[in-house]
């Protein structure tokens, strides 16, 4: 049972356009919502969160807005660049409890030239 | 200011092997999980430790334990290893109360 999910296995943008990814979840009951970046052969790298009592949080060239009665987020990357080019986790967590981080499967985002 | 950092880089042992991946949280953060990452999925939550004591755990057998130290680094120990363990396995630090984990570069661990 796939609490976060991300129905998107990939996405190509042109080089300075806005690239949008998507990102879906279950459980009403998540605190924060946070987006991870990850090249080959590295750890996931933070990026951005948002607590579920906000519906925008940015920073820099990314933006993440919260939808709570749709049960989805969306990270915003304006101008993509090509370092941008990599696997962007979503995830979610419950505070209070074990902290634990729930990510989806990832979205591998393309940037053209 | 130190990054996490993770022990070895790469791995590979046999099936019904032990192995023990290492650690190091980053300067100022107390709590360390650890996750398992499969080919083509996101990261698995494993379990977490908070002031050397298992704090939280996610859906994995008993033959998979940790331990943390009094400087916050930590252990991963897996024992009896099978095929399905081939996997990257991720160490994170964070602040107790505060959402963000920080990762470090992750083990490759190889089963034959």
């Known amino acids: 049972d796939q609490q976060v999910k991300q129905n998107s296995p990939s996405l190509s943008v042109q080089e300075g356009r806005i690239s949008i990814l998507n990102c879906d979840y279950t459980?009403?009951?998540?605190?924060?919502f946070l987006w991870y970046k990850k090249y080959p052969a590295e750890g996931p790298t933070f990026l951005i969160s948002?607590?579920?009592?906000?519906d925008k949080n940015e920073d820099g060239r990314f933006t993440v807005f919260l939808n709570k009665s749709a049960k989805h987020l969306s990270l915003h990357i304006v101008p993509s660049q090509p370092g941008d080019s990599a696997v962007y986790f979503c995830?979610?967590?419950?505070?209070?409890?074990?902290?634990?981080?729930?990510f989806g499967k990832g979205t591998r985002l393309h940037i053209l030239p | 200011e130190t990054g996490v950092t993770q022990s070895p880089t790469h791995l590979i042992k046999t099936r019904g092997q032990q192995v023990t991946l290492r650690c190091s949280s980053q300067?100022?953060?107390?709590?360390v999980s650890w996750y398992q990452q499969a080919l083509g999925q996101g990261p698995q939550f494993i379990f977490q430790?908070?002031?050397?004591?298992?704090?939280g755990r996610g859906n994995f057998p008993p033959r998979f334990s940790g331990l943390q130290f009094p400087n916050y680094s930590s252990e991963l120990n897996v024992n009896a290893l099978e095929l399905d363990d081939s996997a990257l396995y991720l160490c994170?630090?964070?602040?107790?109360?505060?959402?963000?984990?920080?990762f470090g570069q992750g083990t490759r661990l190889t089963v034959v």
């Open positions: 430790y908070y002031r050397e004591e298992e704090n």
């Open positions: 459980n009403s009951m998540f605190d924060y």
């Open positions: 994170a630090s964070s602040v107790q109360q505060r959402p963000e984990a920080f």
């Open positions: 300067s100022g953060h107390n709590t």
């Open positions: 995830a979610a967590i419950l505070m209070n409890r074990d902290d634990k981080i729930i």
């Open positions: 948002i607590s579920s009592i906000k």
